[in-house]
């Protein structure tokens, strides 16, 4: 089968033939229908995120179960799934306490080799998936079975963006009916963001972005306010549309220092700052530690959105196909394996939202 391979920091991947590990007791073999291409397969590729090379990218994707090990219960052949790139082995600490995206097995799912390139070396996958190639064996764990008439460039969405991004508004800040919401950063979980701000009810949506495309994006799926950051202070530009409070919700949805601090001072007194973006591992994040005390701000971490999948993922599904979450919006281009390279710089051009591997 064919795989795209992260070799070397800084370098493009590389398309090669690749055999799969045979499944263990546990594994599920899935033939990938489509993968999204998502700025933490970039981060990878840059070292921003260290992960020893080679390694086979791509976390969020979907497909149709081929094999299965003796011991998987939860699927079987010819199942359709979506893979989670955090597992829900359903019996750790923190899954035993609805927190499966924050579940222990997940180190150790990625460590595992799972395919054997020509010369013979062996390669992990990302976070135990690997969903740029054609076919991959996971655990049990990190797969989730649907049943659904979505095309699979809408469902391959979930397995992160939308997940993360929807998430974050119903499940980690808990968006209020009625609210302002700020988003910084509209990209694939930007657009999720704003998504999920609209069907948790918030009245005021604002989008703050430098591309136009996904400003006008932003508006389709729900945004009501479009701010440029190029056009001035993006903090003042919220400020001057909240008569001079601020939003009382602020995702940061971008993962760099500057644009957290933004976040939190475009959050209102009493409101919440949300860090939904991947920050490097080498960074730090300074807050005025007065204003935490004094303005009452809270900020929090977001991690898959707070998603239990084995509950969200069905209904994630369930909004789209009543109409209520539109994935094909937020599928910019479908794509071959070999032009993977291609769409991380279309990514870094900001002309698209999501390209998807099918």
């Known amino acids: 089968m064919r795989a795209a391979v992260f070799t070397a920091v800084d370098q493009p991947l590389t398309v090669e033939d690749v055999e799969l590990i045979p499944p263990g007791p546990r594994d599920v073999v899935v033939q990938v229908a489509a993968s ?8 990878i590729a840059r070292g921003y995120v260290p992960f020893p090379p080679p390694t086979i990218l791509g976390h969020e994707g ?3 179960v081929l094999e299965v090990g003796p011991e998987v219960s939860r699927v079987a052949v010819g199942d359709h799934v979506i893979a989670s790139f955090v597992p829900a082995c359903g019996t750790c600490w923190f899954c035993l306490r609805d927190q499966s995206n924050l579940c222990e097995s997940s180190l150790g799912f990625g460590a595992t080799p799972r395919v054997r390139r020509k010369d013979g070396t062996q390669a992990p996958c990302m976070t135990g ?5 054609e076919a991959m064996t996971v655990d049990e764990a990190s797969v989730v079975k649907v049943q659904t008439d979505l095309p699979p460039e809408q469902l391959a969405l979930i397995g992160c963006g939308v997940t993360t991004g929807v998430g974050a508004a119903l499940n980690t800040a808990r968006v209020q009916p009625g609210s ?3 988003v910084i950063g509209c990209g694939g979980v930007g657009q999720s963001v704003i998504q999920g701000a609209r069907i948790a009810g918030a009245a005021r949506i604002i989008a ?3 591309v136009e495309l996904k ?3 932003a508006e389709q799926l729900g945004a009501t306010d479009l701010v440029d950051p190029n056009a001035g202070d993006p903090v003042a530009q919220v400020q001057a549309l909240t008569g001079g409070r601020g939003a009382d919700y602020a995702f940061e949805v971008i993962g760099l220092p500057e644009t957290v601090q933004q976040a939190y001072a475009m959050a209102r007194r009493g409101g919440t700052a949300v860090v939904v973006g991947m920050p490097r591992m080498d960074t730090t994040v300074t807050l005025p530690g007065f204003s935490l005390f004094y303005d009452e701000k809270k900020v929090l971490g977001c991690v898959y959105g707070s998603a239990q999948v084995r509950r969200d993922f069905p209904r994630l599904i369930s909004l789209a196909e009543n109409g209520r979450l539109d994935l ?3 599928v910019s281009r479908r794509i ?3 032009e993977v390279n291609d769409a991380f710089r279309a990514m870094d051009a900001g002309e698209v939202i999501r390209s998807v591997i099918i």
């Open 180 to 182: 302002t919401v700020a």
């Open 62 to 64: 979907t497909g149709t």
């Open 129 to 133: 998936l690997g969903t740029f190639a």
């Open 208 to 210: 703050v972005d430098p």
């Open 336 to 338: 071959k394996l070999d």
């Open 36 to 43: 999204g291409v998502c700025h933490s397969d970039l981060s």
């Open 328 to 330: 094909g919006a937020m």
């Open 215 to 217: 400003r006008k994006t």
